[in-house]
């Protein structure tokens, strides 16, 4: 039963530029959730996405946006790349209808930003 | 605007002790989640709590929830070296279903001296 995967692992980016993360929800699950873990922090929740919408957003700026496809993967894009914008990218993925199981979180993604 | 702090924030304790760590949050949710994230590792997931007064146990971990009291404890009993890791309380404040919006805290540095 393979479990979230992300991709890539690591990402090295200059300042302005864009870059596209990928995730693969664990099977069976259709919510996808993005996380923004700077180091040594908690992680920061950015959108959450379901039936190809983003249903709820953390306070995160339009450069963070986000999509969906029928078969459950997501991908997150971020504009305009700042130096703050490094940091570990979490994707993790959730049943929509069964509130009591755990969400389950991917390897992440490092960025660095140049 | 929800805050959900951690105390301690680092702790160092010895083989085979006992200890709480705590979780605070400043606004109205029954839903709080426990994580575990080793050095350079994704985040697992320790306990689910949905409801005031739930307690849940694995191993050496229990887990409780006060909703009245926006209080969230893990305790650690008989810690072993292999408890060693980073600790973080996440508080769901959706609206619709779980994982909406999900507001982690810091977290808890957590190391086991022999």
């Known amino acids: 039963d393979a479990g979230v995967t992300q991709s890539p692992t690591h990402l090295i980016k200059t300042r302005g530029q864009q870059v596209t993360l990928r995730c693969s929800p664990k099977s069976g699950h259709d919510t996808v959730s993005w996380y923004q873990q700077a180091l040594g922090q908690g992680p920061q929740f950015i959108f959450q996405y379901y039936e190809e919408e983003e249903r709820q957003r953390g306070n995160f700026p339009d450069r963070f946006s986000g999509h969906q496809f029928p078969n459950y993967s997501s991908e997150l894009n971020v504009n305009a790349l700042l130096l703050g914008d490094s940091a570990l990218y979490l994707c993790?993925?959730?049943?929509?209808?069964?509130?009591?199981?755990?969400?389950?979180f991917g390897d992440g993604t490092r960025l660095s930003i140049l | 605007e929800l805050k959900v702090e951690q105390n301690p924030l680092f702790l160092s304790m010895q083989e085979g002790k006992n200890y709480t760590i705590y979780c605070n949050y400043s606004?109205?949710?029954?839903?709080l989640y426990w994580y575990r994230q080793d050095p350079g590792k994704s985040l697992e997931s320790l306990f689910v709590l949905l409801s005031n007064g739930a307690v849940k146990q694995e191993g050496r971990l229990m887990a409780s929830l006060d909703t009245k009291a926006r209080l969230s404890t893990l305790h650690i009993t008989a810690a072993v070296h292999d408890l060693s890791a980073t600790y973080f309380c996440?508080?769901?404040?959706?609206?619709?279903?779980?994982?909406?919006?999900?507001?982690f805290g810091p977290g808890t540095s957590l190391s086991v001296i022999p």
């Open positions: 996440a508080v769901d404040i959706g609206w619709e279903t779980s994982y909406d919006k999900v507001i």
């Open positions: 606004t109205t949710s029954d839903r």
């Open positions: 993790a993925s959730s049943l929509m209808t069964y509130s009591n199981q755990p969400q389950h």
